[in-house]
């Protein structure tokens, strides 16, 4: 039994540990980039104030990145495409865009070799709700495709209305491809939009390669221009309507299958009547306008984008009221999901309970009707679109999908009104359905998770406590049922003769079994059930209860499986929340490791390494510990360009100003020039450019100072650079060393701009890379000259090998030429100013302790050695009982190197904030005595244990023993 108890005992440790830890490392991935996504948007808007950012633009960005996490959870960039083959990425990005094609009569029927070509210029952009996509009279230079979302059409007649509205699969601007005439209404997106984007001037490079396809979208264009000019003359108005199709065109040749669209109009308002005639005024009524597929093979759900999004659109929703009645219909099936088992099965004395037990039928009618109004509520907002049609057709398509649809359809069901619904068995399915409505309350805490990352851990501690509350108690109440029945009129019960409550009765004395049975089953039955429940699922028996039947055997064995699997899903979901906490330390520490393994393996210099790590240590600071991905050089990497590029732009705008190549520069030009340059955070005293250096890079400092030194060996610099400045220009365009040392004074955040990256940004403005490269011919004789003086130079340089730092500093006592930094006169003079010199010259020594030497390293690692074995000796001594002649040897010989400790001490040397070493021991002493741990010290070096009969009986002692373990 012993054996076999271990085995169990074992094998349910190994299971739950594979079990939880595989569920952790599964939750961790998705925990994961949603905590690393919050925690770089807290670093954007950290950067975004500091750059003194409009509020609004704050706002967008945070709103930007939560639609992001949203529909694609955190991803911008599909990384995976670039692991496939490339005929199956194009496969992907044609599939996107057949329907597309297939609606636009510019693509239709084209070539499908060509329509590949084109997919692979498409770009897929996302927009805010109330982003312009197009303003009226600018020049319209793209075509859109509505993948996701409404776009509101301003009037015409009214630009402060809406006219119309867009639905997902409209098409936007296509015959602006082939023709340079503004816009004509300004379109503003209603919702979160995908759309799919063609820019002109890379689709005529591309046709360019296509001149018969070419040839045939000009004559496309030239007759769908001519048919709308002649639509407008049989309308007899001039043509200022945005809408000029009617709903189901006679399609009577191939020709005006080509050209037409197949538009759907249906008016906004009511129950949004379809509209047959072209609108002549869309000031009137909102036009909801749909553009369906001919040929259904190429349609695609538009609305699949609303089922798999990380927020059901209903808990995103803005309408105000829409939150109100998710928050009575939750708080309703709590409440029937917790009184419906327990008045089933349970007979209570306390009034309260009593009251709504009795009126629970009458509470079921009412439930029942709420219910059935959250389905019409769940269908029209499960999918965020205009009209009461196009909400409760498009909200229907995604509920009836879904699991549960079903169970909130069969909850509204009132059972209660027929007769057959009596039966026990009917009533047990029918408390199970209404149990299961608490995935509400399951999808509430998944979206207080995504929308409040911060409190990730306490969220789900709340929801784990709930759950086993929960199901501790319908398990009780279930449990309950196998001893015990209600009998009608609902005053007593029945408790079985065999069951797992008379388990408990037997053996006890004072009363009748039978009398106690009964009496424990009305006054304490949910209480007892409950305890046995706890028992159950917590699989921490106590013996006090078993099970007595076939039945209560498989329900307690069940329960304890079930529980198993809902604990280790609940450990997973906290030890997941709790990783995420130090997931950004994590991954620099991480990475940080594999770096010192590097270095170490490779053998470089400790100063090096040093310089090295606190290199990492900086860049980790200066990106707020957020870590970005290879050849990325800001925190909005992952945004749409009219996001990124403004922030982009007001970094760097004040710095580059005051270069002259710079200044006055095309916006578009130094946006992409910032994003290719690096940023730098360089600590005080680094000389970050050495004389004669060429780098042909130019910096501009962003934060901080650095300073020019003309020779290695000065001290005071020539000029210094605070913020905006910038060196390295002429290096940069000419290749002419540098003439000076630079250094940092202080933190110094860098811009560095190479050349390469330059001449990549600025490729389009001919004329000054040419004037760059004139200039360079004429002052290129020069600069090799400067080259070939630098270069003599630092070959004549002597020799100047790195010295070894002395261990010690000595004062002679008569001046020698190799102690020049400290004579005779000024080691007396400090003795001359004190009232009792010779004391002082008698205790100390005519020499310091070099902080950096060989012999401080040595005896700081001996003390620390010393420092262990004092504690060790000392705990096994006074609370071990050994106080043997051994340890009292020992302790003394360590108390010894302790005085040594100290009297060195007040020998060394030490280093000023102005990076000055003071070595004078008078000097040495004085901060040791008064600004040191000399008191700790001397504490320490005190032998307590030899005082032990002085203080024995008084509370000293323990005193003692205190700063002696301190």
Not at 22 to 39: I, M, Q, R, S, V
Not at 559 to 581: E, K, M
Not at 706 to 721: G, H, Q, R
């Amino acid at each position: 039994m012993g054996i076999m108890s271990l085995i169990m005992l074992i094998g349910a440790i190994i299971i739950s540990g594979f079990f939880s830890s595989g569920l952790a490392t599964f939750k961790l991935e998705n925990d994961g980039a949603l905590f690393d996504l919050y925690f770089r948007v807290g670093a954007i808007v950290g950067h975004l104030t500091h750059i003194q950012a409009h509020e609004i633009y704050i706002n967008k960005v945070i709103e930007y990145y939560s639609l992001l996490w949203n529909y694609r959870e955190g991803v911008y960039d599909v990384t995976f495409m670039s692991e496939l083959p490339q005929s199956v990425v194009e496969d992907m990005f044609y599939d996107i865009c057949r329907e597309m094609f297939h609606k636009a009569p510019l693509f239709r029927g084209l070539d499908e070799n060509f329509l590949r070509c084109v997919s692979k210029i498409v770009h897929v952009v996302i927009y805010n709700p109330n982003m312009i996509i197009c303003s009226t009279g600018d020049y319209a230079m793209n075509m859109f495709y509505l993948l996701q979302g409404e776009v509101h059409v301003k009037s015409k007649l009214d630009r402060r209305m809406n006219g119309g509205i867009l639905r997902a699969g409209c098409i936007i601007g296509e015959m602006n491809l082939f023709f340079s005439y503004p816009y004509t209404t300004t379109l503003e997106t209603r919702t979160c939009c995908q759309l799919l984007q063609i820019e002109k001037f890379e689709l005529f490079e591309l046709l360019k390669k296509h001149e018969q396809i070419l040839k045939l979208l000009r004559k496309r264009v030239d007759r769908r221009f001519v048919k709308v000019q002649n639509d407008y003359e049989i309308v007899g108005k001039e043509p200022i309507c945005w809408v000029q199709q009617r709903v189901n065109p006679s399609l009577s040749n191939k020709s005006d299958i080509e050209l037409d669209f197949p538009v759907v109009m249906r008016s906004g308002k009511g129950f949004n009547r379809i509209i047959y005639q072209d609108v002549l005024d869309d000031t009137e009524d909102v036009i909801i306008i749909d553009m369906p597929c001919i040929d259904k093979s190429y349609e695609k759900k538009h609305t699949q984008v609303f089922k798999t999004c990380v927020i059901p659109p209903i808990l995103n929703t803005t309408e105000t009221w829409v939150k109100w009645w998710n928050t009575l219909v939750l708080l309703i099936s709590v409440y029937s999901a917790i009184m419906a088992p327990y008045c089933h099965h349970f007979v209570s004395n306390n009034e309260l309970m009593k009251f709504l037990c009795d009126i629970d039928s009458f509470i079921e009618f009412l439930f029942c009707f709420v219910y059935m109004c959250d389905i019409v509520v769940e269908i029209c907002y499960s999918c965020p679109v205009t009209g009461l049609y196009y909400k409760f057709k498009d909200g229907l398509s995604i509920r009836l999908s879904e699991v549960t649809f079903w169970i909130d359809v069969i909850s509204a069901i009132p059972f209660a009104a027929f007769d057959w619904a009596n039966i026990q068995e009917i009533k047990r399915i029918v408390n199970i359905v209404r149990c299961l409505r608490l995935w509400k309350v399951g999808r509430y805490f998944e979206y207080l998770d995504n929308i409040h990352p911060d409190s990730l851990f306490l969220f789900r501690l709340i929801r784990a406590i709930f759950s086993i509350v929960y199901g501790t108690h319908l398990a009780s109440c279930y449990l309950y049922s196998f001893a015990c029945s209600i009998k009608p009129g609902r005053t007593t019960v029945n408790c079985e003769r065999v069951s797992w409550l008379r388990s408990f009765t037997e053996g006890k004395t004072g009363f009748s079994a039978d009398a106690r049975h009964d009496v424990l089953g009305i006054t304490e039955g949910y209480w007892i059930s409950f305890y046995f429940a706890c028992a159950t699922v917590t699989t921490t028996g106590f013996g006090d209860f078993s099970p007595q039947t076939r039945t209560e055997m498989i329900f307690l064995a069940a329960s304890q499986l079930l529980s198993f699997c809902i604990t280790g899903y609940y450990t997973a979901l906290l030890t997941s929340a709790l990783s995420c906490i130090v997931r950004p330390k994590l991954v620099f520490q991480q990475k940080l490791i594999g770096v010192r393994q590097f270095l170490t393996h490779k053998g470089l210099a400790e100063p090096l390494q040093k310089r090295i790590i606190e290199h990492y240590y900086l860049q980790d600071q200066l990106w707020s510990g957020v870590s970005l991905p290879d050849k990325v050089s800001h925190y909005m990497y992952d945004t749409p360009e009219y996001l990124h590029e403004d922030a982009i732009y007001q970094e760097v705008e004040l710095h580059f100003d005051g270069v002259p190549i710079f200044t006055k520069l095309d916006p578009k030009i130094l946006v992409n020039i910032t994003k290719l340059m690096r940023r730098y955070l360089i600590p005080p005293g680094a000389i970050f450019v050495r004389k004669g250096e060429v780098r042909r890079q130019m910096y501009v400092i962003g934060r901080g100072s650095v300073a020019f030194f003309s020779d290695k060996d000065d001290i005071i610099p020539t000029k210094i650079l605070d913020e905006t400045g910038h060196f390295g220009l002429r290096d940069l365009l000419f290749g002419e060393p540098s003439h000076h040392d630079i250094k940092t004074m202080s933190y110094c955040l860098l811009y560095e701009v190479e050349l390469r990256d330059l001449f990549e940004a600025m490729r389009s403005d001919i004329d000054l890379l040419a004037h760059v490269e004139v200039e360079k011919q004429k002052l290129q004789h020069g600069i090799d000259a400067m080259i070939l003086e630098y270069s003599l130079n630092s070959k004549n340089l002597p020799n100047d090998d790195a010295k070894e730092i002395p261990s010690f500093i000595y004062f002679p006592k008569y001046p020698r030429d190799i102690m020049k930094h400290c004579t005779y006169q000024e080691y007396e003079e400090v003795f001359d100013t004190m009232k009792r010199p010779k004391i002082f010259r008698c205790f100390l020594m005519r020499m310091a302790i070099h902080p950096a030497g060989t012999f401080a390293r040595f005896w700081i690692s001996f003390m620390s050695l010393v420092a262990a074995m004092i504690v060790g000796s000392f705990v096994a001594e006074t609370f071990g009982g050994r106080r043997t002649l051994d340890f009292r040897i020992i302790s003394v010989i360590m108390d010894v190197f302790t005085w040594i400790d100290i009297y060195l001490k007040l020998h060394w040397a030490y280093y000023t904030d102005s990076n000055m070493l003071i070595s004078h021991p008078v000097q040495t002493s004085i901060r040791y005595m008064f600004k040191g741990e000399f008191l700790l010290d001397v504490l320490i070096s005190i032998p307590f244990e030899l005082m032990i009969p002085l203080v024995t009986g008084t509370s000293f002692f323990w005193l003692f023993t205190m700063c002696k373990l301190v």
